[in-house]
């Protein structure tokens, strides 16, 4: 039972340059999300997808794109990354946006840190 | 909008103490509302849900009761453990189908 797997655990970037965390999800789920977690303020939601082809912004989505090509996949990619952004970052999945009774499947994070 | 309000950490406890977090809501209509918990280098894991007025949810020995009178959620457990150290978030998911968290807790336990 893989669940939501993110990749990778643990980067260190400089400042200006680009990368992608990788978010991959095996349960069907049409509904995924990306949350930072910052201390004191708990998770706030940077982008989510209802399903392929459907992305919207959250609370927080400056400096973040994301895309969905497919069911499984929901890459976030930073586009010149900034100290600001250094942050434990986390992805979700749940069967469908309408199925707010349901809980939420996390992976593990991705622990970025920008230098 | 929606939003959670928990009591901040941290909480320091012995072990067999009685756990207590306070969580409020503000929301329109009628959220589900949802505790979580982080153990130390992991991601997040449901730990009990509740999804209308009166409902308890449990698991673990942890219980919370949905009050819509004082529009609240507290998480309580008579007797922990070391093993339930850990941050505890609550959230809600509200009339937009968004997840929204609190702050987050940090408990520990001393045996």
């Known amino acids: 039972n893989a669940g939501v797997t993110q990749t990778p655990k643990f980067q260190v970037l400089k400042t200006g340059q680009s990368m992608t965390l990788q978010c991959a999800q095996d349960?069907?789920?049409?509904?995924m999300s990306w949350y930072r977690q910052d201390p004191g303020m708990g998770l706030r939601l940077i982008h989510y997808s209802v399903g392929a082809g459907i992305t919207d912004q959250g609370e927080v989505p400056n400096g973040y794109n994301v895309s969905r090509s497919t069911t499984e996949d929901f890459p976030l990619r930073l586009l010149s990354a900034a100290p600001s952004q250094t942050s434990v970052y986390f992805c979700?999945?749940?069967?469908?946006?309408?199925?707010?009774?349901?809980?939420?499947?996390f992976g593990d994070g991705t622990r970025l840190s920008i230098l | 909008g929606d939003s959670v309000t928990q009591m901040e950490g941290p909480v320091t406890l012995s072990e067999e103490a009685f756990l207590t977090i306070n969580c409020t809501y503000t929301a329109t209509g009628y959220p589900s509302l949802f505790w979580y918990v982080q153990y130390p280098g992991e991601g997040l894991q449901l730990l009990l849900k509740a999804t209308k007025a009166d409902d308890k949810g449990s698991n673990k020995g942890f219980e919370a009761t949905y009050r819509k009178e004082t529009t609240s959620f507290h998480l309580e457990k008579g007797s922990v453990q070391v093993s339930d150290s850990a941050v505890y978030f609550c959230a809600l998911s509200g009339s937009d189908y968004k997840l929204s968290f609190g702050a987050g807790t940090t408990v520990t336990v001393r045996a």
């Open positions: 349960m069907n789920h049409e509904y």
């Open positions: 979700a999945s749940r069967p469908s946006q309408g199925a707010r009774n349901q809980p939420q499947h």
